[in-house]
């Protein structure tokens, strides 16, 4: 087998390899209703994640921009991003004062 042929087939199993090691957290928005997939993220999301996730989608299904085609890890950091700004402005604000 030739050096090419050799690098393709690392790239390929490489590839395959990670397809196949997607969890829980790799799910969609829009697929944790589905009962086996919710099931598999009760199991793997803390309580503070659940509640985290839980307030990310409904708010933003509430203001009307949610992408449902975002990963629950995603999410998550997203939410921590959001909590992290809110803590800055409310720093930011008592400094004022």
Request: aromatic share 4%; net charge neutral.
């Amino acid at each position: 087998m030739t050096s090419k042929a050799l690098l393709l087939v690392a790239v390929v199993s490489v590839a395959a390899l990670l397809v196949g090691c997607s969890g829980p957290l790799d799910t969609s928005l829009a697929d944790t209703n589905q009962p086996e997939k919710a099931s598999a993220l009760l199991k793997v999301l803390s309580p503070d994640d659940q509640v985290a996730l839980h307030y990310y989608v409904s708010e933003h299904t509430a203001s009307g921009d949610i992408d449902w085609k975002m990963s629950v890890k995603d999410a998550l950091k997203a939410r921590k991003a959001e909590l992290a700004r809110e803590a800055q402005v409310k720093k930011n604000m008592d400094s004022i004062k």
